[in-house]
């Protein structure tokens, strides 16, 4: 396991390395064995979340939606390394295996243009559900002396610290989806609160209209979408999927208490999309069976890279999870 500090840093402009979670070798991708078929291996594959800290060079005007830019410098990332690769994620009819961040500054505005000073920092999350995308990304940074400039619309960007450890930074880290199920085993009590935080705008596909045609999304954290869309995205990415008798469990035993929500509307060019962002917590009531209230909540934990709903892809539905820990358990401890 890597040190809980793990950090890939610019100092001066030169790249430096320390150990880092990686489970089939960053070696592998250098030597051009990422392949299109590797992106549906799902098979012990890794979650992973890193945060990169960027500093702006010069002045310039970001866009009031950066998700879709950091959509497209993902991709060149991905198209400098591998072509065939790039052209498999842009093709893939399944649900994308990483997820986004727009860009993030403390002043920033979700839906408003932002004004940039050089020396303004920003931070960018990218999420990868898949073991050779991340092989692909830190062969990307690993393989230079010198870290690459980044260019996110009118804006250069210089990477001064990627954090890939939750003891570097709150938002990075990485697990399984066997670690995500296995930390419930011995727990007594289980959990039965969990919060949301949406911390992007959230829609979630709820199919087309019948009538005409158009794409149709829940604007509101219903358990059921939200639950079935972890479900299923947890199933693409390897993890053992109960199938929709858990989302009739999700019907039966979780209920919406309490929710602090906004709404938005981003530009995403050829169309405007709605999502809302804010907080939700949900309890499991009545007399859940086990493994299914641990599945739950194995669920909640795996949102923090998988993020809920449409266009996770482009900035849309980064969350950060809370299991709250029962109030009984402190007072019998």
Known sequence: MAPPTTIIASSRGQALLSPMPNSKGI???????????????????????????????????????TGKLTHGLFFNIIRSIDRDVATALHNRKERQPFSLSPLHHPRMKI??????????????????????????????????????????GEIDLEITAIHTTGGSHPRAGYTTHEALRNRWDDATPLPTDVTLYFRTPTAISRGKDPRTKRKRYWLFPEPLPVWHNLRRQWGYTGGDDPGKAFD??????????????????????????????????????????????????????????????????????????????????????
């Open 27 to 65: 070696s592998d991708t250098a030597n051009g064995k990422t392949t299109p078929q590797s992106l549906h291996d799902t098979e012990n594959q890794m979650l992973y979340a890193l945060v990169f800290e960027l500093v702006a060079h010069n002045d310039g005007m970001l866009p009031a939606n």
């Open 111 to 152: 839906g408003r243009p932002y004004r940039v000073k050089a020396g303004y920092t920003f931070e960018m999350r990218v999420a990868l559900l898949n073991d050779s995308l991340f092989d692909s990304v830190i062969a990307f940074f690993t393989n230079k002396y010198t870290l690459p400039m980044l260019y996110v």
């Open 248 to 333: 009739a469990w999700i019907e039966k035993h979780i209920q919406l208490v309490s929710h602090r929500l906004q709404t938005h509307i981003l530009d995403f060019d050829r169309f405007q999309q709605r999502g809302f962002t804010g907080s939700a917590t949900f309890r499991c009531v009545g007399d859940p069976d086990r493994a299914d209230h641990a599945f739950w909540l194995a669920l909640c934990a795996f949102s923090f890279y998988a993020g809920i709903g449409y266009k996770t892809s482009a900035g849309f539905g980064q969350v950060a999870p809370k299991i709250h820990r029962p109030k009984w358990a402190d007072e019998e401890n």
